[in-house]
Each structure stands twice: as C-alpha cells, then as structure tokens.
C-alpha cells in the first residue's frame, strides 16, 4: 500500500497539484489498495497520468477477478462493510475524486475507476483504454490512442508481435504513423491510416492493428490481423469485420466498413491478450458505464496474464 500511495503522490507532485489534492489522491489510493488487499482475488491496482484537452490529470483504476457483489451503490455509501470494519474506503473514494465508479457482478469480479484533477473539473470522457504487459516483462507491445478532430473521434489499438521492448517499439511506430497522419489530414479515413501504418512498421517485427472512427452514430472500421473489434450495446455485441495479415509484413486488400452507433452503446477494441469469448449479457448495463469503466471491467474478466492485453473503448 506504501508503494501505491508514493507512486501517486510522486505524480501529482510532478503535476504540480496543490498540497492538499496530493493529500486526497494520497488517502484515495491508499483506501483503494487497502480494499484489494482484504477483498479481492487476484487484485490490482494502476495510477497513471491522464489528459483532457490540455488538462493534466490522475486517474485511478483497480480491477480483481471476484467474488463480486451486488449492492454497488451500498458498498460507495460510508459504513458499508462486508467484513466488520468501518467500510469508509469506497466512500471516501467517492467523495475525493471528481469522477468515480464502481462495477461489480457476483462471481466477475469488480472494477474501480477514479479521476482527480488539480481542481475540481469534470470533463466529457469519450474515450480511455489499458494496457498490461505479459507476466515478467515491464514493456507491453500493446498500445493504443484516441484523437479528436472537429467531430470525428479516431481510435487505434496495435498489438506488437510477441512481447517485450520490441514489440512496444512495433506499435509505438504504428500509433505514431496513424496519429501524424490523422493530424496533417483530418480526412483521413481508417484504411488509409491502416495502410500507413502498415508502410511504417516494415523495419519492425510487426503486429496487428484496429483503426476506428466515430462521427455521430457512424462508426467506420478497418483492421489487420486479430483486433477484435466489437459494438457494445443493450447485453449485446456485435462484431466489426477485419482481414487477416501481419501489418508491416504481410496484408491483403485493406477493407474499411461502415457499423451504425445504436444510442447508449460504446465500440471496444482489445487485443488477443483478451479472449473474445466474454459475453455482453453477463454484464448488463455495462455499455452505458464511462469508457475507462468498460475498459476495466472487460481486462479484468477477458485478460491473460500470458500475453500483453490492450483495450480501447470510445463512446460516440
């Protein structure tokens, strides 16, 4: 617990957040690793710097494979308790950080999500994904990101082959290629971003790739190898169409196609570090949920610790 509270009060501090808002994100993690510690199985804890148009912030997430519960608004109130301790962490949690969630089903674990911003703010979150390395190694070659431009949100999820630092180097290179391009030519449509990444990656080992773009309830999608790319919505999923290949090395025709947004669903993106066998209805009301929500519980109920595992989730 020592070690979670120091790692965010050194962010924030780099952050310059005022001495008494590194006390509270202090006290927040602090309660949240208290909770794994007693509660969960297989828990874990991530505090990470995040931002918002300009805006540097902290955001807090814990994920752990059960036993789960029921009441989640009863477990965020003070008092609440399972194990005859006070039960004020949750609560306290709630109160400090500009934005946080709790979900849980029984017998799929829970996911915890906060943000803290240097003053209080509460900007529209469309978008957030995680990444975790394979078990051993500090470097994930998964990676991903989000850029809007005007109207139009575009996401990339790129898993590097194999593991390690040169597969982070792998999709480092292809965040980049589809960023820069997105950025000199708002226009740019999702297979033409694949395709340069594509011609970007060839010094690389490789990889797979998912380009997304939202505008309004349109979602248009091309993918390179096995990105799973799912719409989210109503206890249901529906997959996204890719073609196989290996990009920098090995593609076919790059296909772009064209999915209508059904109100309150969410488009996820993950890697094969999770397995697409997770079912929509075992999680009821999850699409509606803040994206870094989403994202936290489908790596908590889908992800390997055999494998880097990335999820992006966007919202229209």
Same mark, same amino acid.
């Given at each position: 617990?020592?070690?979670?509270?120091?790692?965010?009060?050194?962010?924030?501090?780099?952050?310059?957040?005022?001495?008494?808002?590194?006390?509270?994100?202090?006290?927040?993690?602090?309660?949240?690793?208290?909770?794994?510690?007693?509660?969960?199985?297989?828990?874990? /804890? %991530?505090?990470?710097?995040?931002?918002?148009?300009?805006?540097?912030?902290?955001?807090?997430?814990?994920?752990? @494979?059960?036993?789960?519960?029921?009441?989640?608004?009863?477990?965020?109130?003070?008092?609440?308790?399972?194990?005859?301790? %006070?039960?004020?962490?949750?609560?306290? &949690?709630?109160? %400090?950080?500009?934005?946080?969630?709790?979900?849980?089903?029984?017998?799929?674990?829970?996911?915890?999500?906060?943000?803290? !911003?240097?003053?209080?703010?509460?900007?529209? &979150?469309?978008?957030?994904?995680?990444?975790?390395?394979? @078990?051993?190694?500090?470097?994930?070659?998964?990676?991903?990101?989000?850029?809007?431009?005007?109207? @139009?949100?575009?996401?990339?999820?790129?898993?590097?082959?194999?593991?390690?630092?040169?597969?982070?180097?792998?999709?480092?290179?292809?965040?980049?290629?589809?960023?820069?391009?997105?950025?000199?030519?708002?226009?740019?449509?999702?297979? $033409?971003?694949?395709?340069?990444?594509?011609?970007?990656?060839?010094?690389?080992? +490789?990889?797979?790739?998912?380009?997304?773009?939202?505008?309004?309830?349109?979602?248009?999608?091309? +993918?390179?190898?096995?990105?799973?790319?799912?719409?989210?919505?109503?206890?249901?999923?529906?997959?996204?169409?890719?073609?196989?290949?290996?990009?920098?090395?090995?593609?076919?025709?790059?296909?772009?196609?064209?999915?209508?947004?059904?109100?309150? $669903?969410?488009?996820?993106?993950?890697?094969?570090? /999770?397995?697409?066998? !997770?079912?929509?209805?075992?999680?009821?009301?999850?699409?509606?949920?803040?994206?870094?929500? &989403?994202?936290?519980?489908?790596?908590?109920?889908?992800?390997?610790?055999?494998?880097?595992?990335?999820?992006?989730? %966007?919202?229209?």
């Amino acid at each position: 617990m020592s070690a979670c509270r120091g790692a965010a009060v050194t962010l924030a501090g780099r952050l310059r957040f005022p001495e008494t808002r590194v006390d509270e994100i202090a006290l927040a993690v602090t309660e949240a690793a208290s909770n794994l510690h007693k509660h969960a199985h297989q828990g874990s /804890l %991530l505090v990470r710097i995040s931002r918002d148009d300009g805006v540097a912030g902290i955001e807090l997430v814990t994920i752990d @494979t059960g036993p789960g519960f029921r009441d989640t608004s009863g477990a965020m109130r003070d008092g609440h308790s399972t194990s005859g301790t %006070l039960g004020i962490g949750l609560g306290a &949690i709630r109160r %400090l950080a500009d934005f946080c969630d709790l979900y849980s089903v029984p017998g799929h674990g829970t996911a915890l999500a906060a943000r803290f !911003w240097p003053e209080r703010h509460h900007p529209a &979150i469309t978008c957030a994904g995680l990444i975790r390395p394979i @078990t051993g190694e500090v470097d994930c070659g998964d990676n991903f990101a989000a850029v809007r431009m005007g109207a @139009t949100l575009t996401g990339v999820l790129c898993d590097g082959l194999g593991h390690g630092p040169l597969a982070a180097s792998a999709s480092a290179e292809a965040i980049a290629a589809v960023l820069e391009t997105v950025q000199q030519d708002s226009g740019s449509e999702p297979a $033409a971003l694949v395709e340069r990444a594509h011609r970007r990656m060839g010094h690389t080992r +490789g990889g797979a790739i998912g380009v997304v773009q939202i505008a309004g309830q349109l979602a248009r999608f091309a +993918g390179l190898g096995n990105i799973t790319a799912t719409l989210l919505g109503d206890g249901a999923r529906k997959n996204m169409l890719s073609v196989p290949g290996i990009v920098g090395h090995q593609a076919r025709t790059i296909r772009q196609y064209e999915y209508e947004i059904a109100p309150g $669903a969410a488009v996820v993106l993950h890697s094969d570090g /999770l397995s697409a066998r !997770w079912e929509a209805a075992a999680f009821p009301g999850l699409a509606v949920r803040d994206p870094l929500v &989403i994202a936290a519980v489908l790596l908590a109920e889908a992800g390997t610790h055999r494998d880097d595992a990335g999820v992006l989730v %966007l919202k229209p």
